[in-house]
């Protein structure tokens, strides 16, 4: 019988990877998302190796018994999740592009209702539910935010609706 006794040196690679990744992830750069997801992935990509055991004979000769060949459901699932890993990879990078072209920089945004949510906490006026919540100040919110797609003759007559007061049923 094989020993499938997960090794302590990959758990503890799985271990930093995964949270190294994870790490990485709560920063506000698009590349250090884009290698923590890769750092995850790869994580992930051990940790099934670790879970199928040690390596055994061949499983599709047919020579050797049930007993000593080796799984290779965890090596298909490896190969599918490194295509998966490419795959996301391959577009984050693309939006990073995007985002370098139109910004200049690849810093991810706030939100703007993150933004309002977190100024009404600050102010402890958050409603007792959601749905209390007529979202007037997302519409001034909106006319304040820069738009980095428009023309510079867009931009202006936007700059000009942002002067008017807003009462949640349009500009006045």
Not at 22 to 33: D, H, N, P, V
Not at 78 to 90: D, E, K, R
Not at 122 to 137: F, V
Not at 154 to 159: G, K
């Amino acid at each position: 019988m094989i020993n499938t006794s997960p090794s302590l040196a990959l758990v503890a690679l799985v271990a930093i990877l995964v949270g190294t990744g994870i790490y990485l992830i709560l920063e506000r750069s698009l590349t250090r998302i884009i290698v923590g997801i890769s750092l995850i992935a790869n994580g992930v990509n051990v940790m099934f190796l670790v879970a199928g055991g040690r390596a055994g004979d061949p499983p599709l000769l047919g020579r050797y018994g049930p007993g000593g060949m080796a799984d290779p459901l965890p090596q298909a699932m490896v190969l599918t999740a490194i295509v998966i890993g490419l795959g996301v990879t391959a577009f984050l990078l693309s939006l990073a592009y995007r985002s370098w072209q139109l910004n200049g920089h690849d810093e991810v945004q706030d939100d703007l209702e993150d933004r309002r949510i977190a100024r009404r906490a600050a102010r402890n006026e958050l409603p007792q539910r959601s749905t209390q919540d007529a979202g007037t100040e997302v519409a001034r919110d909106a006319a304040d935010a820069r738009d980095e797609t428009a023309t510079p003759g867009e931009r202006s007559s936007r700059r000009d609706r942002r002067m008017l007061r807003w009462d949640g049923q349009g500009p006045r």
